[in-house]
C-alpha cells in the first residue's frame, strides 16, 4: 500500500515554495500585486507574515487536492534573514491524525 505524500511547504521575505518529496510543485513571489514577480520596491512586498498565512494556505490546499499529509510549513533562509529550525509534524502526530480520520 502506497503511503500518502508528505506536503510541505518553504518561505521567506522573497516568497514560498510548496514540496512533495524533493520537487517543487508550487511556487509564489512577493510581490502584492503579482505573484510570479519579484517585488523590487519596499511598497510592493507582501509582509513576510502574509507570505507564512499564504504559504500555509497553499500548502494545505495541494496536500488535501493530492491526497497527501500537510507537513508544515518552514521559514528558510535568505541573504538578510537567519534560518530558522523546521517545524514539521512528528511521524507519531500523523499516525494518529490518520487513524482518527
Not at 517543487?24 to 509582509?47: C, F, I, M, W
Request: glycine content about 10%; some cysteine.
Amino acid at each position: 500500500m502506497n503511503r500518502p505524500a508528505l506536503v510541505h511547504g518553504e518561505y521567506s521575505g522573497n516568497g514560498y515554495e510548496v514540496w512533495i518529496g524533493g520537487r517543487v510543485v508550487y511556487s509564489a513571489g512577493n510581490h502584492v500585486h503579482d505573484s510570479t514577480q519579484p517585488a523590487l520596491s519596499e511598497k510592493d512586498r507582501l509582509s513576510l507574515s502574509t507570505i507564512r498565512k499564504f504559504c500555509n494556505q497553499t500548502t494545505r490546499e495541494i496536500a488535501s487536492e493530492r491526497g497527501g499529509i500537510f507537513a508544515g510549513v518552514e521559514r528558510v533562509k535568505n541573504n538578510s534573514e537567519p534560518c530558522l529550525p523546521f517545524q514539521m509534524r512528528q511521524p507519531d502526530e500523523i499516525a494518529k491524525e490518520q487513524s482518527q480520520g
